[in-house]
């Protein structure tokens, strides 16, 4: 499915006590004001790609989300779902359509897990073979079977997070929206999470927009990333050429005995706390000179020698404040 907004905003209006007045006054009174969460956002998702949607949070990747399920309309500009308004044809968008939301409940509380997802297959109008078949593949997948028989509210966070996305997949969405679903998971279940949205990209082919704050997530699943601040989209490219934004930038880390003398050359350039038996430097690629490392590696007070490329999550904090 694809994915389209053209110069959309967003506004909501809140209402807040007054920071000024008398003790009564700021007690009773409300001042109104109005907060944009999108501020003229121009995006395109082709059908069957694999976006991660990144930001801190109050940059609007719930907002966006909210907008293309159609929960939400926008304030100004146009938000369509293959060429359809989400919001007037939401009914009809829902049957192709899985959203899942950390903060946000889909299965009924009170009912066990398996009952959760029979009310799903009829809602959906899924033919009981295919469900069967379904659901018994991603309840294993995801480890969740002991789990059925449970009511949704007494399962932890990562065993409800799991059911969840189950409940999610079992309609075979052409859209997926994922707004943080690893949040407060422990690795396994993160690794579970992210093994089952690969494999599924690969089978079925949906269209996938992932929020999360782990890059290590987002890598795992995306190939593409769209970085979205103070609701304006900052960056938006393939994850290969966001790491080539890291520049000619490299990292040269040292781990030595204690008493050990840094070596000193023009380009190098010393970063971070300096610290008893590691000492890291910075350099452009290139500019790096041989005898440097040859004189570390027969150096016997150094143990090891490091050369790093900049990581995903730097690179993007360098974004951020280049945004600033």
Same mark, same amino acid.
């Given at each position: 499915?694809?994915?389209?907004? /053209?110069?959309?905003?967003?506004?909501?209006?809140?209402?807040?006590?007054?920071?000024?007045?008398?003790?009564?006054?700021?007690?009773?009174? %409300?001042?109104?004001?109005?907060?944009?969460?999108?501020? *003229? @956002?121009?995006?395109?998702?082709?059908?069957?790609?694999?976006?991660?949607?990144?930001?801190?949070?109050?940059? *609007?990747?719930?907002?966006?989300?909210?907008? $293309?399920?159609?929960?939400?309309?926008?304030?100004?500009?146009?938000?369509?779902?293959?060429? +359809?308004?989400?919001?007037?044809?939401?009914? %009809?968008?829902?049957?192709?359509?899985?959203?899942?939301?950390?903060?946000?409940?889909?299965?009924?509380?009170?009912?066990?897990?398996?009952?959760?997802?029979?009310?799903?297959?009829?809602?959906?109008?899924?033919?009981?073979?295919?469900? +069967?078949?379904?659901?018994?593949?991603?309840?294993?997948?995801?480890?969740?079977?002991?789990?059925?028989?449970?009511?949704?509210?007494?399962?932890?966070? *990562?065993?409800?997070?799991?059911?969840?996305?189950?409940?999610?997949?079992? =309609?075979?969405? !052409?859209?997926?929206?994922?707004?943080?679903?690893?949040?407060?998971?422990?690795?396994?279940?993160?690794?579970?999470?992210?093994?089952?949205?690969?494999? $599924?990209?690969?089978?079925?082919?949906?269209?996938?927009?992932?929020?999360?704050? /782990?890059?290590? /997530?987002?890598?795992?699943?995306?190939?593409?990333?769209?970085? @979205? &601040?103070?609701?304006?989209?900052? =960056?938006?490219? !393939?994850?290969?050429?966001?790491?080539?934004?890291?520049?000619?930038?490299?990292?040269?880390? $040292? =781990? =030595?005995?204690?008493?050990?003398?840094?070596?000193?050359?023009?380009?190098?350039?010393? $970063?971070?706390?300096?610290?008893?038996?590691?000492?890291?430097?910075?350099?452009?690629?290139?500019?790096?000179?041989?005898?440097?490392?040859?004189?570390?590696?027969? &150096?016997?007070?150094? &143990?090891?020698?490091?050369?790093?490329?900049?990581?995903?999550?730097?690179?993007?904090?360098?974004?951020?404040? !280049?945004?600033?």
């Amino acid at each position: 499915m694809r994915v389209q907004m /053209d110069a959309v905003r967003r506004s909501y209006h809140v209402r807040r006590r007054p920071e000024t007045g008398s003790r009564l006054a700021r007690l009773v009174r %409300r001042e109104r004001s109005e907060v944009e969460a999108l501020r *003229g @956002i121009d995006l395109r998702i082709e059908a069957g790609e694999s976006v991660g949607y990144i930001g801190l949070n109050g940059a *609007g990747k719930s907002t966006t989300m909210k907008l $293309i399920s159609g929960i939400l309309t926008p304030t100004a500009g146009r938000v369509t779902v293959d060429g +359809r308004d989400p919001h007037r044809e939401r009914r %009809r968008l829902s049957a192709e359509l899985g959203y899942l939301a950390a903060q946000r409940a889909s299965l009924w509380w009170d009912l066990p897990v398996k009952d959760s997802y029979e009310l799903i297959r009829r809602v959906y109008g899924i033919e009981p073979a295919l469900f +069967r078949r379904r659901s018994e593949e991603l309840v294993g997948r995801l480890d969740i079977g002991k789990h059925l028989n449970t009511p949704v509210r007494e399962l932890s966070l *990562g065993n409800r997070t799991r059911a969840e996305l189950v409940g999610t997949l079992l =309609h075979a969405p !052409k859209l997926l929206l994922l707004d943080e679903p690893t949040i407060g998971l422990d690795i396994f279940a993160r690794e579970a999470i992210c093994g089952l949205l690969k494999d $599924i990209r690969e089978t079925d082919g949906p269209t996938i927009m992932m929020a999360s704050h /782990d890059l290590r /997530d987002v890598e795992a699943v995306c190939d593409r990333i769209v970085m @979205i &601040d103070a609701g304006r989209l900052v =960056h938006d490219g !393939k994850i290969s050429e966001l790491r080539g934004l890291g520049g000619g930038t490299r990292r040269l880390v $040292i =781990h =030595h005995a204690e008493g050990h003398t840094p070596p000193s050359a023009p380009g190098l350039v010393p $970063i971070g706390a300096a610290a008893r038996t590691v000492t890291t430097f910075e350099y452009a690629q290139g500019n790096l000179p041989p005898e440097v490392l040859s004189a570390l590696f027969s &150096d016997p007070l150094v &143990d090891d020698v490091q050369l790093e490329a900049p990581g995903l999550e730097q690179i993007i904090k360098s974004l951020y404040r !280049k945004a600033d």
